[in-house]
């Protein structure tokens, strides 16, 4: 196997509250929260996310939310497309099936993680990562946590990996 | 030898392949679907590595791809070289041939299918659109992708932030019950508002034509904007939506027509070619629609004559009912929406479950007495989220601006709401607020306080800390007795009619007006930051310009200016007028 080539790797972060979070967080949650934080590695040219609907991608900045609030550099990875690919594929059959999504335990933000790990050996910024926990750690936070189950973020993209 | 390996995990020495000196490491082999832990030597190049992992993954050497670090692990370098230690975790994925070529394809055939336009794939994705629900298609995998980008704005309307499911799932829910419930239909149909809304052709143009799959369909049937533009066939088609018998009686001398067509040589070849070229796409742009109840609505016009609808070229009056109708229970849900969030003022007080005080009971007679209709409205009060979905939905962006540029319509709307037929005062109160209320309907961010629960409800402290105020302390704040009435969305408006309902009493106690001000550059200012931009200008700033002209014009009492601007949105004419019928000298 020659591939040598380098391919960029990027975080993309969108707050999903547009700002609200960190206004009304103190007052809501007894705790500062920057953002609802909603992540999508870019990769080869695309965006890929994890959302209600299974494993997604898009051009970058192709969903509804736009522009994203900060990307983060997260290196280079030599895996190519067709690995990806495949990687991909794999988890869409297992971990990361549609039906697999939860808001707080297994979500956009845990398959960014687990991607990224995979392309660079590096983890996404752990603010984003202890989001969950911060929340449930209020008791709004556990008041809500009931809804939130059962909602699932999909901002939209219609290459659904692996889809039936 | 795989026993062998399971067996000797905790004794590393049989485990190597090989003598070596070098010490053992565990390291930690993660595929997408599994995990495995692998002793190997320290030293040991990529290739003994790999005979490990095949060995205990039950795959062939040459399928495996070992990912660490970023790097691709080739067969010549050793574990060393790349830096991998004890405890590390390497990553594995186990090529199968014919799954890479599975995969490229597939991902192409989606991303063409995507970039095709919805329009050519929507045909296919028409029929199954009412039944289907887009996460699991029920059709031939080859069509999936297609069915999805069919969805195309569907799907990622409905992934708003519900899930595909939920959302869609609601509004199909919907779409049954109206489709089961022909009463419903002709319930709305009757209901003034939808009327009010259909005999306004304007308002029905500029809606249509702000449908994205509406223009792509003018694009290329130009005889439909030529039908869209002649507006007495507009009237008519509204006339003929309104009155459902008129509408069934169409109907009839259609299929009569029809038939007569169809004996003619040659004539069923050329209603099919019309059918194909016309009708099919109009239908599945009606479809598509993700507003409630455009499917029953489509239905309902095509649907006693679903073979071959177009019998003349010019004769258009059952096409269009697809989208007519759509239309209008567009605007009249949301209209509905809209008002019934105006409406709560004087009923229901809103909860943390129910944030717009939506008390279905009293929104409005006709359309949502139904329990259909009722339980749908509970559910979006209970859920703001839907709320906002509805709300950020671009249909209903296009509406709000209609309504924004049309305040006539607007007021008429809300007058026709019979809530208000009882109360004038509050209707005055309403006109004179009303373009306030539809500049901040405009505004992102107050549509986000709004449908935000927790914003309401800090909205409605601010208001009933207000009122209790009043109460405690008439002489301090005499001017809040009118303004502390209206309801809840509005209450964004309140402070900005106190400060115009102060210069207009007789008290003039310059700090109270600070105050005011003060809140209502909190308000504007927590509006702005909130939404992200960032860009919260107080009203002085915004309206510098007014307030210079009028101080050239002699009106010197800045407060009195700010605050009439502020009331009537940077109108200097209608402030003026504000300003000069509350002299406050």
């Not at chain 1, 909603?38 to 970058?60: D, M, Q, R, S, Y």
């Not at chain 2, 993954?57 to 230690?85: E, P, R």
Request: glycine share 10%; hydrophobic share 35%; with cysteine.
């Amino acid at each position: 196997m020659a591939q040598n080539n380098s391919f960029p790797v990027k975080l993309f972060i969108y707050d999903l509250s547009g700002g609200m979070a960190r206004q009304l967080s103190p007052v809501m949650l007894g705790r500062q929260l920057d953002g609802i934080w909603h992540t999508g590695v870019v990769v080869h040219g695309k965006e890929f996310f994890f959302g209600g609907a299974g494993i997604n991608n898009c051009l970058p900045c192709g969903t509804i939310l736009g522009q994203p609030n900060s990307i983060v550099d997260l290196g280079y990875t030599e895996v190519n497309e067709d690995l990806f690919q495949e990687y991909l594929d794999s988890l869409a059959e297992s971990e990361y099936r549609g039906d697999k999504y939860n808001m707080f335990e297994h979500n956009c933000n845990t398959f960014s993680n687990d991607v990224v790990q995979f392309l660079t050996g590096k983890k996404i910024p752990s603010y984003i990562t202890d989001l969950p926990s911060e929340i449930l750690s209020t008791p709004f936070g556990q008041a809500i946590r009931p809804l939130l189950d059962s909602m699932a973020v999909n901002p939209g993209g219609n290459n659904i990996t692996g889809q039936r | 030898m795989a026993e062998q390996g399971a067996a000797d995990l905790g004794n590393n020495n049989n485990n190597k392949p090989e003598a070596s000196e070098g010490t053992i490491i565990k390291v930690t082999v993660k595929t997408p679907k599994d995990k495995e832990e692998i002793a190997i030597a320290e030293d040991a190049s990529v290739t003994q590595f790999k005979e490990e992992i095949s060995k205990r993954f039950k795959a062939k050497q040459d399928q495996l791809v070992l990912i660490f670090a970023g790097k691709i692990l080739k067969d010549g370098d050793s574990l060393s070289q790349h830096g991998i230690k004890d405890g590390l975790t390497v990553h594995l994925v186990i090529k199968t041939a014919h799954k890479a070529a599975d995969g490229s394809s597939t991902s192409a055939s989606s991303s063409t299918s995507t970039q095709a336009g919805n329009s050519s794939a929507s045909s296919p994705a028409a029929n199954p659109a009412p039944t289907t629900v887009p996460t699991g298609s029920g059709q031939a995998p080859t069509q999936t992708p297609n069915i999805m980008s069919g969805f195309g704005d569907l799907a990622s309307l409905a992934g708003l932030g519900m899930g595909s499911a939920n959302f869609m799932e609601l509004q199909q829910q919907m779409q049954r019950q109206l489709m089961s419930n022909p009463e419903m239909l002709s319930q709305i149909m009757e209901n003034p508002l939808v009327q009010n809304m259909m005999s306004n052709p304007d308002l029905m143009r500029q809606m249509i034509m702000a449908n994205p799959q509406m223009q792509q369909l003018m694009e290329r049937n130009p005889e439909i904007s030529h039908m869209l533009n002649n507006p007495e066939l507009m009237r008519q088609t509204m006339e003929l939506a309104r009155n459902p018998a008129m509408m069934q009686e169409m109907m009839r001398n259609q299929d009569r027509a029809l038939s007569n067509l169809e004996s003619i040589p040659g004539g069923y070849n050329a209603l099919r070619r019309m059918y194909t070229d016309i009708q099919e796409p109009m239908f599945s742009a009606a479809r598509e629609q993700v507003s409630f109840g455009s499917n029953p609505f489509s239905a309902l016009g095509g649907n006693s004559d679903s073979g071959a609808q177009p019998s003349r070229t010019e004769n258009r009056e059952p096409l269009p009912n697809p989208w007519g109708p759509p239309n209008s229970s567009n605007p009249s849900e949301s209209g509905g929406g809209t008002t019934g969030s105006t409406s709560t003022s004087g009923t229901t007080n809103p909860s943390v479950s129910n944030p717009l005080g939506v008390n279905p009971a009293s929104l409005g007679n006709g359309m949502f007495n139904s329990p259909g209709m009722q339980s749908l409205l509970q559910q979006i009060s209970e859920n703001p989220q839907l709320m906002q979905n509805m709300l950020s939905a671009p249909y209903m962006r296009s509406m709000m601006q209609s309504l924004a540029q049309n305040p006539e319509l607007a007021s008429q709307v809300m007058m026709n709401n019979p809530l208000f037929s009882g109360n004038p005062q509050l209707q005055e109160q309403f006109r004179s607020q009303l373009p306030i209320f539809l500049q901040q309907m405009q505004n992102p961010e107050a549509l986000s306080v709004m449908t935000n629960p927790r914003a309401m409800q800090a909205l409605m402290q601010i208001q009933q800390g207000l009122q209790t105020l009043q109460t405690e302390a008439p002489g301090l704040m005499p001017s809040l007795m009118t303004g502390g009435i209206p309801g809840v969305p509005t209450g964004g408006a309140v402070p900005a009619e106190n400060p115009a309902s102060s210069p207009s009493s007789a008290a003039t106690n310059p700090a109270q007006q600070q105050l005011m001000q003060q809140m209502l550059q909190m308000f504007a200012g927590g509006g702005g930051s909130g939404g992200g931009n960032g860009t919260s200008q107080t009203p002085e700033v915004r309206f510098q310009t007014q307030l210079d002209q009028l101080n050239a014009m002699g009106f010197i009492n800045r407060e009195a200016n700010l605050q009439a601007l502020i009331a009537t949105g940077g109108d200097i004419n209608a402030a003026i007028e504000r300003l000069l019928g509350s002299q406050p000298s």
